[in-house]
């Protein structure tokens, strides 16, 4: 069956590429065809060469140049692929050396670490910020985000001359909020945010997480099954915390929280005033859960979700 007709059988993929291909260009990169084809679901091309050639007489959704699929909006590929590529593995082994030497006092509360954002998807720029996922033990979060943000702060002063990505734990969840998060999650940007975390701990208990949201794989079959390998493994059940930890925790959650929300609010007008609103954020702050929401992921999740041009 040709690209066309496979293609044609599902105008779900064919609304797709042109959103992928444009949220690419707007920050300044490119798909490699063989991601672009893990994105798409079951009745699109499936494979790189079938991709290619649709692209080719679908001028209006994007063009080719070598391994890369890039947007319609493009004029040439981008520059300076390799040197964010190279910047991407210079940050996992950042966040592997935040892990196994800061963190390791607090090692015992964490479910799993992950590494999200530009840096797992493999080309972050140059100021980006190093993003962590974490989930923890039930009941800990906050008592986890102290110890982090004090070991952090020591770490820096003891370090000061190595440069290096500013760590951004930006989406804290204990085991029972983030298993309730992907069960009730929905939408192509976030199935496409949690397939494509990097992990740096905890790799058997993330991809149990997966097993227990089974939309993420009807959103994005192809992806999903680079997880599954020999099978997952069967879902753990909840890790237990003790009393003290929970009480402590309890204690530390409205003065933390309190001071995120202001520490929030101030970097929001900063960013404003520097004429860069669409990076503000909200400051989400649950016993539960910490994130750091941004406008843009917002930004992203409508384009993501726009109908090709010859939708109606």
Known sequence: MGAEAAWGEDSAADDRVGPILDVAHAHGTAVPLKELTDLLPEAGPRSALEVARWLSEHPDRGWVEGDLALSARARTPPPGLEGRRARAREYLAEARRIVDGPLGLVRGMVRFVGVTGSTAYGEPEDGDDLDFM?????????????????????????????????????????????????????????????????????????????????????????????????????????????????????????????YLQMAGLLRNHGLRRRGLPDRAFRTVTRPGRLAFETLRFEELARAYAAPGPEAP
Do not use: Q
């Open 134 to 258: 974490v989930v923890t033990r039930p009941g800990s979060v906050w008592l986890f985000l102290a110890f982090t943000y004090l070991a952090l702060r020591w770490d820096r002063v003891r370090s000061s001359a190595r440069p290096g990505p500013s760590p951004c734990f930006n989406y804290v969840l204990d085991e029972d909020a983030a298993r309730t998060r992907y069960a009730s999650g929905r939408g192509f940007l976030f199935a496409r945010e949690a397939l494509a975390a990097r992990v740096i701990e905890g790799g058997d208990f993330y991809r149990g997480l997966l097993a227990s949201a089974p939309w993420i794989r009807a959103e994005l079959p192809r992806l999903y099954s680079r997880w599954e390998g020999s099978g997952f493994p069967p879902t753990a059940r909840p890790a237990s915390t003790s009393l003290l930890v929970r009480c402590a925790n309890a204690l530390v959650f409205p003065w933390l929280a309190a």
